[in-house]
């Protein structure tokens, strides 16, 4: 992690500690929205309603987000022409995409060429819509793919970001996805940061959107909103009208951090999940669109990652010690001291199977298998955290956490038996060729309960990156790109198709809003 | 059947001959929504914009739709002393509830008692928290359970409709669907219809909900419709405007006919899928809403029957064949000869494989399974309408369907192997004790290919009925019952559930909107 990132860490840190406990008694909000001290921001007031006497600022192309998506739009508006504003509710530009893993899957690339992998985008389209459980929309899933390459020498030529290897993601055909040099995604934020002031791209920060402005026609002509913005102090800021004379971009991610709209649409996740996304990952955007007569798109379809920890905020370190152990060592019931779910299981079946049990489980390990598999730096990081913790005894650990003794050791006794014969007869968990019986001290173990992740639904564009309302037309004057438009990846998200999407899409929304003519 | 049921079939059917193929030209649509000569109705106008001059009719409350939900709704109203308006587009009232198979669950039921089953609420709510996969909206899925007595007493001793005998669905953990004595929602639309025309509700067909109308305060207020409007006739119909002084009952049913919205949330299910549904399940209601700042909710949860055949129309025959050979009968793949896909699976599971298959497949018995499984009159006709073909030989069925015959010679031993040891090796389809290998002519077949049954989701209503908000407020003057509310069942909805969740939330919305201050 850069230096700089360790900076914009700190500061989402601090604001999780100072902002959101002070917004405990803040505003309205459904009883159980608080989550680790976090307040939700209100929603948008009604799109409709008059114009404003006066716009206090003027610009072309207005765009809601600064992450990869908002910015890509920005750079490629300001080149074709338009006056540009980008717009960010946080204190620090961004969004999700500054602390994302910084793995843009690309198919066709000179350093999977390189590398001797044979991809092809018609491969990684039909990667996506496996996991997507095939309602992916196929035409803008295909656009993705096919202009996946052409993104990346994009961001590396272009807008110099660079990119230092090929990694592995479940669910694709072949490694495809390119990761930053620093393994964040504020490699290219930065970047992209720096060429949108050269360009000359206003940017203001902590300014949120309040309302999208349209006009008696329908058009989107502007939008309301809150400069001086204290994220989440719904009270702070001062209202101010912005006028987009050619069109408005949203760009301002998705909702796992935005309890009230998850509960609509996966009622499960309420304040009990954390998020491993940043606290600005609130929905008021995709909400103001809906008001303005946006349709949305598989809102329910809403990612949890099974491999994270309560005892650590954010993505943290357990997810490198659960995902390198499955397969190696047992997932335990604590209530129970048994195993209850297969281990290599999919995301989506773990997360599932422990909600289903409704409190967090261990994943443990011994010392031959956490020494072979996790990197030591994870390792010693969790540990240090207190979220991963060592014992001497596997009763040691069964007193620590309450585990009924007898039972968990005959059920490690068991588990041992499977992995032995490498079949696991009980939850068909897969058993790799080199795992061993848990018999090595010293044991690990972590607990697990699910965080939200990523949302695979949000508003319904066209392949113009133009937003559809209820009467199936395009919204005049509205576009949007990134995480907040959904149906690109169905029911699943594959790993680093995030990236490339918010780029591909950014762009095509930064062009076509460009070219309005009003 | 009854007769007055036939009738009303004759008509649909009358209207999908003559209309449809009418239509094929018709009103503007995207490519690929004609379906068998199906057009979609045009989506509704938008829901802000100026009122009308005046108002052509004046009620309380007005109903959009006439199945269980819009009558129960309309017959609570009406007693609770408003003025009550039921508005159909169809030439024939009740929606699809006239064609579905007249089953009601309920829990802790009289009958129940009678024939010793032991039932409650709380063991109806956990069977449909299951089926939905834990997506439903708990309050909601906990008040039909714990209605569903009262409801199904309600139509028996107020509605005086006629139930003869428990039946079972599957995800049910007992025998509490209550069967309509002809076996069709006939018998409780009918009985509905004559309550509410004995209290004075006014009932008008033909009559298509072109907007919601909101006042400035985005109140609804009222209706734009077209009178004497001949479904599916875009350009049929006399524009006019109904004033409902207390508020508008959206009960317009789900949209398993609509392609162009069916496209939108599950891309697979274009014009190559038929419905099992009443031609006029289309969404241009939920539009409106749309239009009118309504939240919607698990769109994407669209329910097919992997048990319909595309040789004939409607629910038809094969599912009755179809749904009693699985465990008995092989499914095969007529290009390969082989099976693909566990007989036993549930439906969604069966219905994703034939889809990735791309063409219709095959379900087999023998004249043993056949007979022993198979109701005499499904059989007779689905032989008489061609859908079910009966063969001498195996050869022959081969020959016919263009099988290649090896390969399925050699399946169908193997699927006999399976058989006689009840285990099957290669995909774990339940195989029932009493099922024999497929060696006695004649042999009998027919082909699969799913049909769109059921829509999950829809508009987001709260336990009161209401219709809420892109703002999480409920929209004043607006609320929904029946399909096309979504959450209720989730991801799945277990059979019996829709008429029991109809006729609960029916009652509510009326109740509810008649209480209305204005």
Redesign the interface.
């Known amino acids: 992690m850069s230096g700089e990132e360790k900076g914009k860490k700190k500061i989402w840190g601090e604001l999780s500690r100072r902002d959101f406990v002070k917004s405990l008694g803040g505003s309205a909000l459904?009883a159980g929205t608080t989550l680790g001290g976090l307040t939700l921001p209100g929603?948008?007031?009604?799109a409709?309603g008059d114009l404003p006497k006066k716009w206090d600022i003027t610009t072309d192309v207005l765009i809601i987000g600064s992450g990869f998506a908002g910015l890509a739009a920005a750079i490629e508006a300001k080149n074709a022409g338009a006056k540009t504003m980008v717009i960010e509710k946080m204190p620090v530009f961004g969004g999700n995409s500054i602390i994302n893993g910084g793995d843009f899957s690309a198919a066709g690339t000179k350093m999977q060429k390189e590398a001797g992998i044979n991809d092809s985008p018609e491969l990684m389209l039909k990667d996506m819509l496996k996991a997507g459980?095939?309602?992916?929309?196929?035409d803008k899933a295909k656009i993705v793919a096919e202009k996946s390459n052409e993104a990346l020498e994009w961001c590396i030529n272009y807008i110099g970001a660079n990119f230092a290897r090929l990694t592995y993601h479940g669910g694709h055909s072949v490694k495809r996805s390119h990761q930053t040099v620093n393994a964040s995604g504020s490699e290219l934020v930065n970047k992209l940061l720096q060429k949108a002031r050269e360009l000359g791209v206003t940017l203001e920060n902590k300014t949120k959107l309040t309302r999208l402005i349209m006009d008696k026609k329908?058009r989107v002509v502007g939008a309301e909103v809150k400069k001086d913005y204290k994220f989440p102090d719904e009270s702070s800021g001062k209202r101010a009208f912005i006028r987009a004379k050619k069109a408005v971009i949203l760009a301002a991610g998705g909702f796992s951090r935005d309890v009230?709209l998850r509960l609509?649409?996966?009622?499960?996740l309420d304040e009990r999940f954390d998020s491993t996304n940043q606290p600005g990952a609130t929905g008021e955007v995709l909400?103001?669109a809906?008001?303005a007569?946006a349709?949305?798109?598989?809102?329910?379809?809403i990612q949890l990652g099974p491999w994270a920890s309560p005892d650590e905020k954010g993505f943290g370190y357990v997810p490198l010690f659960c995902e390198r152990l499955v397969g190696y060592g047992p997932m335990i019931d604590p209530k129970t001291g048994k195993r209850f779910f297969k281990e290599t299981g999919n995301r989506k079946e773990r997360a599932?199977a422990i909600?289903?049990l409704g409190y967090p489980v261990l994943i443990m390990g011994d010392a031959y298998a956490v020494h072979k598999q996790v990197f030591p730096q994870a390792l010693e990081k969790g540990l240090q955290s207190g979220a991963i913790k060592k014992f001497d005894t596997l009763q040691d650990l069964a007193k620590f956490y309450g585990i009924p003794e007898k039972e968990f050791l005959s059920q490690i006794e068991r588990w041992n038996s499977f992995v032995e014969k490498k079949k696991d007869d009980d939850l068909d968990c897969m058993i790799f060729p080199d795992a061993k019986p848990m018999a090595t001290p010293p044991f690990y173990a972590a607990r697990l309960w699910p965080k939200v992740h990523y949302t695979m639904g949000g508003l319904?564009a066209d392949k113009d990156a133009r937003v559809i309302?209820?009467?199936?037309k395009p919204i005049a004057g509205l576009y949007a790109a990134g995480e907040i438009v959904g149906?690109v990846h169905g029911a699943v998200r594959l790993g680093g198709v995030a990236m490339a999407t918010c780029i591909v899409f950014g762009r095509i929304a930064g062009q076509n809003a460009a070219r309005e003519q009003v």
């Open positions: 459904i929603p948008a007031e009604a409709f459980l095939y309602l992916n929309h196929v329908g009230r609509v649409h996966d009622p499960r909400l103001a809906g008001q007569g349709m949305t798109v598989h809102l329910d379809w599932d909600i289903l319904y309302g209820f009467d199936f149906a």
